[in-house]
């Protein structure tokens, strides 16, 4: 199975800041990574996929990029509410992986 | 508007069955891979189960091979998963999603032991 290390797993910060996600794939996923948001009792919802494609309706606050093996996601402006817990999850070979979560927190 | 919605869920004894469904609306169903995906309480997400747009070839984690099954119903615009000989380790919200951009909001699924 494709393994998704997602890192860091928390992290702190502030209104306004830059905050950027990794995620590192073990084996090539072939840029078929998807990023998803989700706030504490809803449902995921979908960012980026294809490691860079902007999700029609999400913020251009967001972005993504990356190549293989390391992907990232990035917040340009952290709003609040933008704190959630982030995910990524390749798509490319089943089973389907998701990386452990990133739980973005209010400094 | 697309949208999903999960229905089916409850509370269950460990070696229990449960069917649960999902209906699609706003969009062409028969032409997407569909998924269920759970998360236990407090943990991240776990891909569960996947079916092609036909419905003929079928995708599962290796923690419910055997156990469970997705299925599909494109006149009706319907994803099921049966679950059977369920553990307590399958207690979670169980989402279903078309293909990787669109999630229903969740059913939750509790096995007592």
């Known amino acids: 199975d494709i393994q998704m290390t997602q890192s860091p797993s928390s992290l702190s910060a502030s209104v306004g800041d830059r905050v950027t996600i990794t995620c590192r794939a073990s084996?090539?996923?072939?840029?078929?990574v998807a990023w998803f948001q989700q706030k504490p009792g809803k449902a995921p919802k979908s960012l980026i996929y294809?490691?860079?494609e902007l999700q029609s309706g999400v913020p251009s606050k967001f972005s993504g990029s990356g190549s293989g093996p390391d992907f990232t996601l990035t917040i340009s402006s952290l709003q609040p509410e933008d704190f959630a817990t982030y995910y990524c999850?390749?798509?490319?070979?089943?089973?389907?992986?998701f990386g452990q979560g990133t739980r973005v927190e209010i400094k | 508007e697309e949208q999903l919605l999960e229905s089916g869920g409850g509370l269950l004894q460990r070696g229990g069955s449960l069917r649960l469904s999902c209906a699609a609306s706003?969009?062409?169903?028969?032409?997407?891979?569909m998924s269920w995906v759970r998360q236990a309480p407090g943990k991240g997400l776990e891909w569960v189960s996947a079916?092609?747009?036909?419905?003929?070839?079928?995708h599962y984690a290796d923690s419910v091979k055997g156990r469970f099954t997705i299925s599909r119903d494109n006149s009706k615009y319907i994803l099921y998963l049966q679950m059977d000989s369920v553990r307590p380790d399958d207690t979670a919200t169980y989402y279903c999603?078309?293909?990787?951009?669109?999630w229903g909001r969740g059913t939750l699924v509790t096995v007592s032991s």
């Open positions: 084996q090539d996923i072939n840029n078929y």
């Open positions: 294809e490691a860079s």
């Open positions: 079916i092609n747009p036909s419905g003929d070839s079928t």
């Open positions: 706003g969009f062409t169903f028969s032409s997407y891979d």
């Open positions: 999603a078309k293909y990787i951009d669109l």
């Open positions: 999850q390749q798509y490319d070979t089943y089973p389907l992986t």
